[in-house]
């Protein structure tokens, strides 16, 4: 059964501190040390050093580049996708360099960015290897109840002096994400973008309740004297009994009765390709008798924006309502298996150690095509053979 991971950001989050955290936890360095070489980066070590912040034992992770270079967000994401990594580290990294492209994006008011130190190799390394110590350690949920993002710190970049406590780029980030943020006073940058591009690739903001079976801390550079520079990860199970994990997501809704029932049901399906959580139609009754339809879909709040520009582009309508929710979820995982029909994905669910499996529909109609059968015959067919 995959992991639960709760980030503790009291004293902020940076990508090597990431890392560092999830060594401490556990996760396999040489792991992420191989993951790495596929990436075909200049030459670079890492390593990790056991140091104290504030009277927390923690680990620090020691990076050192032969030859820097900077990439732009097109280049990175053609390194991870050659690259000879597992698909959801692909996925997970890939999030993060859409992430950070999109905080850089925002804070320089331009769609091409130039990320300069964010675009680095040691950027690379604690982007892509951190979501290679998440999947050595098996982490399938992460959640973040509150990052500590510090006050009234300036650092002098290329582009002269900007607050760094977040940065801009950094607070764009975590504002889009949907996290809550701390405020406190502080004398370094607590969150760096890289640092927030990883939480918000995998971690959804809020509270989770599990019994934790490790945990670790990642240490930053600095040591100053009024808080422990460090970040923590708590790494276990959902608890019997307790409370699902749960996620701020958006409804969205518009109601429209000039649009045939072919192209709201292609707009439904776009919505559905573009990730939203779900999609649907519902008959409605207008002003004077008018019939119409109310197209509905559940999205992840930090990307309410983009599906409403979505539902105004595939159908007429001239606005869209927005509702918050908050979602409790089982956790679930996406399988393939071998049955007597083919090879088959099924959708498994996993709530307090029971688990549902149900075959996804696409595959159960394709093999009812291949075979000659109806899709009624298939789907009695796989359930059986599933258990489900």
Same mark, same amino acid.
């Given at each position: 059964?995959?992991?639960?991971?709760?980030?503790?950001?009291?004293?902020?989050?940076?990508?090597?501190?990431?890392?560092?955290?999830?060594?401490?936890?556990?996760?396999?360095?040489?792991?992420?040390?191989?993951?790495?070489?596929?990436?075909?980066?200049?030459?670079?070590?890492?390593?990790?050093?056991?140091?104290? =912040?504030?009277?927390?034992?923690?680990?620090?992770?020691?990076?050192?580049?032969?030859?820097?270079?900077?990439?732009?967000?097109?280049?990175?994401?053609?390194?991870?996708? =050659?690259?000879?990594?597992?698909?959801?580290?692909?996925?997970?990294?890939?999030?993060?360099?859409?992430?950070?492209?999109?905080?850089?994006?925002?804070?320089?008011?331009?769609?091409? #960015?130039?990320?300069?130190?964010?675009?680095?190799?040691?950027?690379?390394?604690?982007?892509?290897?951190?979501?290679?110590?998440?999947?050595?350690?098996?982490?399938?949920?992460? +959640? +973040?109840?509150?990052?500590?993002?510090?006050?009234?710190?300036?650092?002098?970049?290329?582009?002269?002096?900007?607050?760094?406590?977040?940065?801009?780029?950094?607070?764009?980030?975590?504002?889009?994400?949907?996290?809550?943020?701390?405020?406190?006073?502080?004398?370094? $940058?607590?969150?760096?973008?890289?640092?927030?591009?990883?939480?918000?690739?995998?971690?959804? #903001?809020?509270?989770?309740?599990?019994?934790?079976?490790?945990?670790?801390?990642?240490?930053?550079?600095?040591?100053?004297?009024?808080?422990?520079?460090?970040?923590?990860?708590?790494?276990?199970?959902?608890?019997?009994?307790?409370?699902?994990?749960?996620?701020?997501?958006?409804?969205?809704?518009?109601?429209?009765?000039?649009?045939?029932?072919?192209?709201?049901?292609?707009?439904?399906?776009?919505?559905?390709? $573009?990730?939203?959580?779900?999609?649907?139609?519902?008959?409605?009754?207008?002003?004077?008798?008018?019939?119409?339809?109310?197209? +509905?879909?559940?999205?992840?709040?930090?990307? $309410?924006?983009?599906?409403?520009?979505?539902?105004?582009?595939?159908?007429?309508?001239?606005?869209?309502?927005?509702?918050?929710?908050?979602?409790?979820?089982?956790?679930?995982?996406?399988?393939?298996?071998?049955?007597?029909?083919?090879?088959?994905?099924?959708?498994?669910?996993?709530?307090?150690? =029971?688990?549902? =499996?149900?075959?996804?529909?696409?595959?159960?109609?394709?093999?009812?095509?291949?075979?000659?059968?109806?899709?009624?015959?298939?789907?009695?067919?796989?359930?059986?053979e599933l258990g489900s």
């Amino acid at each position: 059964m995959s992991s639960t991971l709760v980030f503790d950001c009291f004293s902020g989050i940076a990508g090597d501190m990431t890392i560092a955290a999830l060594v401490d936890a556990g996760a396999s360095l040489d792991a992420v040390r191989a993951g790495l070489d596929t990436l075909g980066l200049p030459p670079f070590t890492i390593g990790t050093t056991a140091v104290t =912040r504030g009277g927390i034992r923690a680990l620090h992770l020691d990076v050192t580049v032969e030859r820097e270079r900077t990439y732009r967000p097109a280049e990175m994401r053609e390194l991870v996708a =050659r690259a000879a990594l597992p698909d959801r580290v692909k996925a997970r990294a890939t999030a993060a360099i859409d992430w950070l492209a999109r905080g850089e994006s925002l804070a320089h008011d331009t769609p091409d #960015p130039h990320l300069h130190e964010a675009g680095g190799v040691d950027a690379m390394v604690d982007l892509v290897g951190a979501m290679l110590a998440l999947e050595d350690l098996d982490v399938g949920d992460a +959640c +973040c109840p509150v990052v500590t993002v510090g006050a009234g710190t300036i650092a002098r970049t290329e582009h002269g002096p900007i607050p760094a406590a977040p940065g801009p780029a950094a607070a764009h980030i975590l504002q889009e994400a949907g996290f809550a943020l701390r405020f406190v006073e502080a004398s370094h $940058e607590l969150v760096t973008p890289t640092g927030a591009a990883i939480l918000a690739a995998v971690a959804r #903001p809020g509270p989770a309740v599990i019994i934790p079976l490790r945990h670790g801390a990642g240490a930053g550079t600095s040591d100053p004297p009024n808080r422990p520079n460090a970040l923590r990860v708590f790494i276990g199970t959902a608890a019997a009994g307790g409370v699902a994990p749960s996620r701020e997501v958006v409804g969205l809704e518009a109601n429209i009765d000039d649009m045939p029932a072919t192209l709201l049901a292609h707009a439904r399906d776009r919505l559905m390709e $573009e990730g939203a959580l779900d999609a649907w139609l519902e008959p409605i009754g207008m002003k004077k008798g008018r019939a119409a339809h109310k197209l +509905c879909a559940l999205v992840p709040a930090a990307e $309410e924006g983009r599906f409403a520009a979505l539902f105004l582009a595939e159908t007429t309508t001239l606005g869209v309502r927005a509702l918050p929710y908050r979602r409790y979820e089982a956790a679930r995982r996406i399988e393939t298996v071998a049955t007597s029909l083919g090879p088959v994905r099924v959708k498994v669910s996993d709530w307090q150690g =029971r688990e549902r =499996r149900s075959p996804e529909f696409e595959d159960v109609k394709a093999l009812a095509k291949a075979r000659g059968l109806t899709a009624l015959e298939v789907q009695r067919q796989l359930e059986r053979e599933l258990g489900s």
